[in-house]
């Protein structure tokens, strides 16, 4: 299992609190769809499948994006 580090958990805390919250969770969404609709597809359809993980790849890039932001912020703040 992954562990979600600290600052990371209130990263995605703090982007919730700021109203991409719901950017998120459509990108999760969006993911699992994806790899569902991967996991459908014949094993000999690469370049479907290739075309899915480029997909699910930029989502990954948004919701780091999203996330490093918030972490950044974090960074600035001492407790």
């Not at 992954?2 to 700021?18: G, Q, T, Y």
């Not at 719901?22 to 991967?38: C, F, P, S, T, Y």
């Not at 359809?45 to 990954?60: G, H, M, S, W």
Request: glycine residues 4%; hydrophobic residues 40%.
């Amino acid at each position: 299992m992954i562990k979600v580090s600290d600052k990371r958990k209130r990263a995605v805390w703090l982007a919730f609190e700021n109203g991409e919250g719901d950017r998120l969770v459509e990108i999760a969404q969006e993911h699992v769809k994806l790899a569902r609709m991967a996991g459908e597809l014949p094993i000999n359809d690469q370049v479907n499948r290739q075309i899915i993980y480029t997909k699910i790849e930029a989502l990954r890039a948004e919701r780091d994006a999203i996330i490093d932001k918030y972490t950044e912020v974090d960074d600035d703040v001492e407790d």
